[in-house]
C-alpha cells in the first residue's frame, strides 16, 4: 500500500454538524454520594439546556416573516401547583441554573423546583422563553431527546394541550444504574423539561405528560 493508498484508508472526516452538541455540558457529580442524585439530574437538565441553545442558535427569530404567534407567550411558574410549592431558589435550583448558563440573546430562563409540604422537591423543570421559528417543534425535540440517549431511543408522543400548542414528548433516560423519566414541550414562544428526581419513586411517562401538559396550561400566559 503506498502513500496514497494510506491517506485514503484513514482520512479525518469530521462528523455531521450537531446543533445540539456544542451547547451540552454536564456537570461531573461530586465525591459526596447525598449529592450524586442530584448532580445527575442536574446534568441531565444541562443537556436539556443544550438543547433549547441549539434550537435557539438555528432558529432565533430576527425578522418579522417568522410564524405570528412567535413570543406570544412567556413563562410564570404558579407559586402552587398541584399541592406542590415552588421554589425558585436552593441548592438544586442554583445548580440546574448554573448547567443553563448564559442565557441566549432575546431568551429568558427558568429554573424552579415544586416540593411537597415536607420540602421534598416532586419536580424539576428547567427551559426557557422567547422567539422560536420551529416549523416542526416536535421533531426538533424528538431528535434533542434521541441524542441524549433516550432509552433504546423512543420518544413517546402525548397530547400538547394549551395554550400554544406545539409539541409534548417524553422518554426514558438510563442514568447511574437507573432510569429519569423526562418530558419536553415545545412551541413557538418556549421550550421546557419536566423531570421527576432520580431519588423519587418512579413515574411512568404517562403520569408525567400528565403533570406537564398540566403544569404547562398553568405556567404559560400571555405575553402581553
Same mark, same amino acid.
Request: charged share 15%; glycine share 10%.
Given at each position: ?18 446543533? @445540539?452538541?456544542? @451547547? ?12 450524586? $442524585?442530584?448532580?445527575?439530574? !442536574?446534568? !441531565?437538565? +444541562? ?15 430576527? $425578522? ?8 406570544? @407567550? ?10 406542590? %410549592? ?8 442554583? +445548580? ?5 448558563? +448564559? ?10 423546583? @415544586? ?6 422537591? &416532586? ?9 422560536? %421559528? ?5 421533531? $426538533? ?20 394541550? #394549551? ?12 442514568? &447511574?444504574?437507573? %432510569? ?14 419536566? #423531570? ?7 413515574? #411512568?411517562?404517562? +403520569? ?17
Amino acid at each position: 500500500m503506498n502513500e496514497n493508498d494510506q491517506q485514503v484508508a484513514q482520512p479525518s472526516v469530521p462528523a455531521p454538524p450537531n446543533p @445540539y452538541a456544542a @451547547y451540552v455540558s454536564s456537570p461531573p457529580p461530586p465525591p459526596s454520594k447525598t449529592k450524586r $442524585a442530584l448532580w445527575v439530574v !442536574v446534568g !441531565v437538565l +444541562a443537556t436539556a439546556a443544550g438543547l433549547v441553545g441549539g434550537r435557539l442558535a438555528m432558529n432565533a427569530l430576527l $425578522a418579522e416573516d417568522g410564524p405570528v404567534d412567535a413570543g406570544r @407567550y412567556k413563562l410564570v411558574p404558579p407559586a402552587s401547583f398541584e399541592g406542590l %410549592t415552588l421554589q425558585d431558589s436552593g441548592p438544586r435550583v442554583d +445548580a440546574i441554573k448554573e448547567g443553563q448558563g +448564559a442565557p441566549k440573546p432575546g431568551t429568558t430562563p427558568v429554573a424552579v423546583v @415544586y416540593a411537597d409540604q415536607a420540602g421534598t422537591a &416532586q419536580l424539576v423543570v428547567s427551559g426557557t422563553a422567547g422567539r422560536f %421559528t420551529d416549523d416542526d417543534p416536535g421533531a $426538533a425535540v424528538t431528535a434533542g431527546m434521541r441524542a441524549m440517549g433516550i432509552k433504546d431511543g423512543v420518544v413517546t408522543t402525548h397530547e400538547a394541550g #394549551t395554550p400554544a400548542g406545539g409539541a409534548l414528548r417524553c422518554g426514558t433516560l438510563p442514568i &447511574q444504574g437507573g %432510569t429519569l423519566p423526562m418530558c419536553m414541550w415545545a412551541d413557538h414562544s418556549s421550550l421546557v423539561t419536566v #423531570t421527576v428526581p432520580i431519588e423519587n419513586k418512579p413515574v #411512568t411517562l404517562d +403520569a408525567l405528560a400528565a403533570r406537564a401538559k398540566a403544569l404547562r396550561e398553568a405556567m404559560e400566559v400571555p405575553a402581553s
